[in-house]
């Protein structure tokens, strides 16, 4: 049986790091503009961006996910559409990035796991999630199907933003490393290879989406 490596070639991994270290803050802590990664990219990658943007931006609004008592209930326990939403998309993306990444399709774009930003960031974002009831992705939604309440949630992104871009400098190298551990994937961390994991993982995770589905949720 033929197999193949899934590690980059040391061209492109050679590649890939100096993107990465053009990507990182100047002595000053502030980003150069022209070393905004996104600008590199062809117009065609831009353009499947937006597309694809838009696509999702309809899915969640299709999918009732922009509705503030939908995601009110989810936190609430008593709607469950959302959980079915995200497992869902997690299901097909977790297949699908699988798949395209073997046929050398795609190449996967890890950041860093660190606790402690993971942490407090996560915390952060449960916070505003609970005072609100959405998310980044449902505010942009609901904004765009014209619910007033949820141009509070855009002021405090924007604002968020600022504030986080003028504090960078202060925390970097402090809080943003604690619990530093590279990049750490969830196969990785059990010690199990992708297909191994996936192919215990989207089993479990239907299961769940059917029982939900049945019992009313």
Known sequence: MKTTSNSPSPQI?????????????????????QDWGWLEDSPGKLAAGLFFGLIFGFLLQKGGVAKFDILIGVLLLENFVVVKVMLTAIIVGMVGSYILRRRGIIEFQINETKYGANII?????????????YCPGTNA???????????VGIIGLILGSYFYALSSKLNNGTVIRWGKRGK??????VGVSQGVFIAVT???????VIILELAGY
Not at 13 to 33: I, K, N, V
Not at 121 to 133: D, P
Not at 202 to 208: E, G, H, M, Q
Request: no cysteine.
């Open 13 to 33: 991994a050679a590649e890939h790091e100096e993107r990465s270290q053009r990507l990182h803050q100047t002595d000053s802590g502030r980003m150069d503009p």
């Open 121 to 133: 960031g996560g915390l952060i974002f449960g916070v505003g999630f609970g005072l609100l009831a």
């Open 141 to 151: 939604a609901a904004v765009g199907q014209g619910n007033l309440d949820a141009l």
């Open 184 to 189: 750490l994937t969830l196969p990785e961390l």
């Open 202 to 208: 989207v089993p479990a995770l239907t299961a769940v």
